[in-house]
């Protein structure tokens, strides 16, 4: 069953615009079956999953484009970079749009590749799993839209069913087959897709301490990143700890929130926060095994912070736009979990699992010091109303974003 992508016009209007339309992300989000839904009919497939094919690009790139001609989908090109160059003389022969379609599954290391060979002549989209606009086919604009757009709305979400959002997490095929359990689909995740892209990034030699450490930055999700307490309490040295996170990050497992500067220059903490993209992923490594666990959980609120954090993400990726999101603290510890900056202005959130949050507002006082203007902002939380708290500040429910 394919599901539509929100980011499905933003590809086929870069691809009448670009020579080479890329789309990264992790494994098993649906990056390949959302371009061979996209594709023309005259518009060849190939992948470098297929281990003869990934030899011929390898070791013979010009036989390669001699028998896969453009247009052109190629499907995990991080398996052979060496295309890159070959790519560009092809673009820069044949002088026309659309020509490529390419995927990956390793993100920053491609992002030097297409720097090297494709600058100028590339456009990059990341895709992540559903949203939850693309789950319940209502197509929202990035968050935060308008206000006005907010108040007309009168959607609810019932309790539970955030909680089973959470624990499902994200990935196509836990949301759309029925007989595929989350923790037999995440396990094999972490089994299969993950330890072999892991071995073909670095060499590990113990991969088992390596997914203590998986394991151990999903029980850290939503928190700052302390890569000295990662080493700490695994026994490694913080070089491992920075590397084995930076792997984590280059495959689209985590992602990194920087602490928003402004003009506060030594009040801010310069750590960011780590938040894993997926929380089925994130609960299955924290060893919660029921919606209903997941409730009682002291993870609960890490986890639901974390959901709404991917969501808002995924609202600006989705888009095929750069995200201007940070989170706050000073050094009186006083902290906001999201600052969104858009066109000069700024949008700060609280996030809180309470469907009736206390003292959620004690830290907006801080906003002041930021020197920006404020459209508004508030609390995102699991409650189902849209409640004002003043003419600026409003108890948001999550299913808004």
Request: proline share 5%.
């Amino acid at each position: 069953m394919y599901v539509r992508r929100q980011i499905e016009d933003q590809i086929l209007a870069a691809s009448k615009g670009y020579p080479v339309v890329m789309v990264t992300g992790p494994r098993q989000v649906g990056k390949t079956t959302l371009l061979k839904h996209l594709q023309e009919g005259n518009r060849q497939f190939v992948t470098l999953d297929n281990p003869s094919v990934r030899l011929m690009a390898h070791n013979q790139p010009e036989l390669f484009f001699e028998r896969y001609r453009p247009p052109l989908l190629i499907d995990e090109i991080q398996y052979s970079p060496n295309l890159f160059s070959y790519i560009k003389m092809e673009v820069d022969h044949n002088n026309e749009n659309g020509l490529f379609w390419i995927t990956g599954s390793q993100i920053y290391p491609l992002m030097k590749g297409i720097q090297e060979s494709l600058a100028g002549r590339v456009m990059l989209f990341r895709l992540y799993g559903f949203s939850q606009s693309e789950i319940k086919k209502e197509y929202s604009e990035v968050f935060p839209r308008d206000l006005s757009l907010y108040l007309s709305s009168h959607r609810d979400v019932p309790g539970k069913d955030v909680y089973d959002r959470i624990f499902k997490g994200s990935f196509p095929r836990v949301l759309t087959q029925e007989f595929v359990e989350p923790e037999g689909f995440y396990s094999s995740y972490v089994q299969t897709y993950l330890d072999r892209d892991v071995r073909e990034i670095i060499n590990i030699m113990d991969v088992g301490k390596f997914l203590q450490f998986l394991s151990l930055s999903a029980a850290r999700t939503a928190q700052e990143l302390n890569l000295a307490g990662f080493a700490r309490d695994l026994q490694i040295d913080n070089t491992t700890a920075r590397r084995w996170m930076g792997v984590l990050e280059a495959l689209g497992i985590i992602i990194s929130l920087r602490p928003y500067s402004g003009n506060l220059g030594k009040r801010i903490v310069k750590r960011p926060k780590m938040y894993f993209m997926d929380t089925g992923l994130a609960c299955f490594l924290c060893g919660i095994e029921r919606a209903e666990d997941l409730e009682k959980s002291p993870m609960a609120g890490a986890l639901f912070e974390t959901w709404v954090v991917s969501e808002v993400l995924k609202t600006w990726w989705n888009h095929g736009k750069q995200p201007r999101v940070f989170y706050y603290r000073d050094a009186r510890q006083k902290e906001i979990d999201l600052v969104i900056e858009r066109k000069g202005r700024l949008y700060p959130f609280e996030i809180k699992l309470s469907r009736s949050p206390s003292h959620a507002f004690r830290n907006f006082d801080v906003v002041r010091a930021l020197k920006k203007p404020v459209e508004f902002g508030g609390v995102i939380y699991a409650g189902r109303e849209m409640v004002p708290v003043d003419e600026r500040y409003w108890m948001i429910p999550a299913d808004f974003i």
